[in-house]
T-cell receptor, first 110, second 115 residues
Framework: SQQGEEDPQALSIQEGENATMNCSYK?????LQWYRQNSGRGLVHLIL?????REKHSGRLRVTLDTSKKSSSLLITASRAADTASYFC??????????FGSGTRLLVRP | EPEVTQTPSHQVTQMGQEVILRCVPI?????FYWYRQILGQKVEFLVS????????KSEIFDDQFSVERPDGSNFTLKIRSTKLEDSAMYFC?????????????FGDGTRLSIL
């Protein structure tokens, strides 16, 4: 199977705290992307990290990539109630299709 | 900011009927994709399309499925004879290129319910 896993499956934190989500994958990748999905809605692209990059920042988001361990993490700093959503990692394989992780459901309590 | 748009947002169809899901990708994008998400499960790749041809398809994309770019703007997914297990959220995506720094941009999806 080309699928990987995300953990935790669910995360509940207080507003202002940081949220960390982890992703593991199994194949070689061109890049790894993180998406957010609000309930019943589409996938919103958050950030992309190339396979030759180790860390990337975008606003309150920080992504790391360790290709030797085939893992990535997404850190959301100073979380807000509006960050409540499901977060998915997706890695682009050698045929340029995205393979999605199982997702982390994040709840940020006001 | 340009968006991928999908219609309809919700489609209810009797089992065995044909259904066409429509997508308008971002206008200067060249690569198009369909994914699906069965309720509570992972997002799964169905098919990619470039230069009026299928580039790759998954095992899910059997003979009941087809894709078409009938004109310069629309990209459609047709399911010929729907089954109960086709009930899912279907997402269209597009990208400008297939390079390692090119994200795929997704539409809001069509929720397909087969009765």
């Amino acid at each position: 199977s080309q699928q990987g896993e995300e953990d935790p499956q669910a995360l509940s934190i207080q507003e202002g705290e940081n949220a960390t989500m982890n992703c593991s994958y199994k194949t070689s990748i061109n890049n790894l992307q993180w998406y957010r999905q609000n309930s019943g809605r589409g996938l919103v692209h958050l950030i992309l990290i190339r396979s030759n990059e180790r860390e990337k920042h975008s606003g309150r988001l920080r992504v790391t990539l360790d290709t030797s361990k085939k893992s990535s993490s997404l850190l959301i700093t100073a979380s807000r109630a509006a960050d409540t959503a499901s977060y998915f990692c997706a890695w682009m394989d050698s045929s340029y299709k995205l393979i999605f992780g199982s997702g982390t459901r994040l709840l940020v309590r006001p | 900011e340009p968006e991928v748009t999908q219609t309809p947002s919700h489609q209810v169809t009797q089992m065995g009927q044909e259904v066409i899901l429509r997508c308008v990708p971002i206008s200067n994008h060249l690569y198009f994709y369909w994914y699906r998400q069965i309720l509570g499960q992972k997002v799964e790749f169905l098919v990619s399309f470039y230069n009026n041809e299928i580039s790759e398809k998954s095992e899910i994309f059997d003979d009941q499925f087809s894709v078409e770019r009938p004109d310069g703007s629309n990209f459609t997914l047709k399911i010929r004879s729907t089954k109960l297990e086709d009930s899912a959220m279907y997402f269209c995506a597009s990208s400008a290129d297939r390079g390692s720094d090119q994200p795929q941009h997704f539409g809001d999806g069509t929720r397909l319910s087969i009765l």
